[in-house]
């Protein structure tokens, strides 16, 4: 099946602990992203990649970490820095370069974060 | 999604018309998104429209666009229950999508 794969769906974490979410395609997009979506506040940019081995920030990078280090891949970390991570984590692809295809985004199903 | 606003809910009878607005901040953007997101799930893409459109239909969706007012809205024809969900305006901005706060749509019967 084509499309994109976030896991685990249901994480609980104790404070002080860092937990990656993976995020895995085989659209064989440039680009990928990852949105934190909290009720009553949509969706925030963290991290965003638009080629291998590159990446950038993005609104609310700060507790957060990312690699791209295969096209498919672009799993994130939630550090203990992080201070209010208990969340929905959603991961999306698309194609890298007009503004037009920049919007034309896939997500993934989500991992939805809880802090114990 | 602090550059695109949206109301927060919207409570519509099965049958009726639905509408959904939404502003937005940049007036360069080319292109401008209506998201659908299920309970649970990720994002779809529902429908887009270029800015040099003030209107385009598909089937029930009709979107709108006043470029001047920067306002931009959605409307459901004939709502049905599998049309309850958050719809999400969003804008490009610098190779990024920025989204709205999400409105969430309440089929009543």
């Known amino acids: 099946d084509g499309g994109i794969t976030q896991s685990p769906k249901y994480l609980f974490r104790k404070e002080g602990q860092n937990v990656t979410l993976s995020c895995e395609q085989n659209?064989?997009?440039?680009?990928m992203y990852w949105y934190r979506q909290d009720p009553g506040q949509g969706l925030r940019l963290i991290y965003y990649?638009?080629?291998?081995?590159?990446?950038q920030k993005g609104d609310i990078a700060e507790g957060y970490s990312v690699s791209r280090e295969k096209k498919e891949s672009f799993p994130l970390t939630v550090t203990s820095a992080q201070k209010n991570p208990t969340a929905f984590y959603l991961c999306a692809t698309g194609p890298r370069g007009t503004e037009r295809n920049t919007g034309e985004l896939f997500f993934g199903e989500g991992s939805r974060l809880t802090v114990l | 999604g602090e550059d695109v606003e949206q109301s927060l809910f919207l409570s519509v009878r099965e049958g009726d018309s639905s509408v959904i607005n939404c502003t937005y901040t940049?007036?360069?953007?080319?292109?401008l998104y209506w998201y659908k997101q299920e309970p649970g799930a990720g994002l779809q893409l529902l429908t887009y429209i270029f800015s040099n459109m003030d209107m385009k239909q598909d089937q029930r969706l009709t979107v709108l666009l006043n470029k001047k007012d920067k306002h931009l809205s959605l409307r459901i024809a004939d709502t049905q229950t599998g049309d309850s969900a958050i719809y999400f305006c969003?804008?490009?901005?610098?190779?990024?999508?920025?989204f709205g706060a999400g409105t969430t749509v309440t089929v009543r019967a």
């Open positions: 940049d007036s360069s953007s080319t292109y």
């Open positions: 969003a804008e490009p901005h610098d190779y990024k999508l920025s």
């Open positions: 990649s638009q080629i291998v081995n590159d990446f």
């Open positions: 659209l064989n997009h440039d680009a």
